[in-house]
């Protein structure tokens, strides 16, 4: 995992040296990791080349590849647009998605796709997220609070916010579970059983929440030997989230409510209650 790390390290340099600087190509070739563990195949490349455009992203060169070169390539992907998290790989060896990493923005002619590191492979380039969600489930990521159920339906409830009680939470709320965190995270590759930066996160936000009154129990679920404790801050994990939440963050405010660094300051959200109207 110090490899990954160093990668990630030289890719937030070249960054911020380049600006994320364009490549035009007219073509690339994909080093695609080939593998399926039921029948056994063993592990190997396929290179092929696909003609590129500037807005072509990695994953519309898989797709190609996939329609016109081989239809045996095995990858997961749905929305196209970010927003599912379904296309999370290892791309050039950085945990990316791949219908959000333009082509023009890597360097080389040549781009490796590979599977995410620290989950179980199935084939090619598709994962098992079964012990992820897992790990998310854990965390009970939902509101708890006696009064968010209605439970007289007469009567609707609504839970009063201001401005600043939603910014302690919402950059977390921007999670898709891609597993990109999860992949790059130096912890999870050596405890299977550490909840990894999604699901702690995810403890934060819920936490940070003044509608949840669940304060103690959620410190709880996240203190043991395998829990929150375990983070080494790498950081990794926030330098490639597709979606600017910062897990690493999160992690550390936890730690900090937890050891009583930071006073807990949180109040609970005003409950208004109204008739409704008929």
Not at 80 to 108: D, F, H, Q, W
């Amino acid at each position: 995992m110090s490899e990954t790390i160093e990668k990630l390290e030289r890719l937030d340099k070249k960054r911020k040296e380049h600006e994320k600087k364009e490549i035009e190509r007219s073509s690339i070739y994909l080093k695609i990791f080939r593998a399926n563990r039921a029948t056994g195949e063993q592990a190997h490349y396929d290179t092929v080349e696909v003609p590129v455009q500037r807005s072509t992203t990695v994953l519309d060169a898989l797709l190609y590849a996939k329609g016109y070169k081989d239809h045996s390539i095995g990858i997961r992907y749905s929305c196209r647009m970010a927003s599912c998290g379904s296309c999370g790989m290892k791309i050039n060896g950085i945990p990316r998605l791949a219908c959000y990493t333009k082509v023009s923005e890597l360097y080389g002619d040549t781009i490796t796709c590979e599977p995410l590191s620290n989950f179980p492979h199935i084939r090619d380039l598709a994962t098992d997220f079964t012990q992820f969600f897992e790990h998310h489930k854990d965390m009970q990521p939902y509101i708890q609070n006696e009064n968010a159920d209605i439970k007289d339906p007469s009567k609707l409830s609504e839970f009063v916010q201001s401005p600043e009680d939603v910014d302690k939470f919402l950059q977390f709320s921007y999670c898709i579970k891609c597993g990109c965190c999860y992949s790059a995270c130096p912890t999870v590759a050596m405890d299977t059983k550490f909840p990894g930066p999604q699901a702690l996160a995810q403890a934060y936000r819920y936490f940070a929440d003044s509608r949840d009154a669940a304060t103690e129990e959620r410190l709880e679920l996240v203190d043991d030997r395998h829990g929150i404790f375990r983070c080494h801050f790498a950081g990794s994990c926030s330098t490639v989230c597709p979606k600017g939440v910062d897990p690493a963050l999160g992690i550390q405010l936890l730690k900090g409510h937890m050891l009583g660094y930071s006073s807990n300051e949180k109040k609970i959200a005003d409950l208004k209650e109204r008739l409704m109207r008929k």
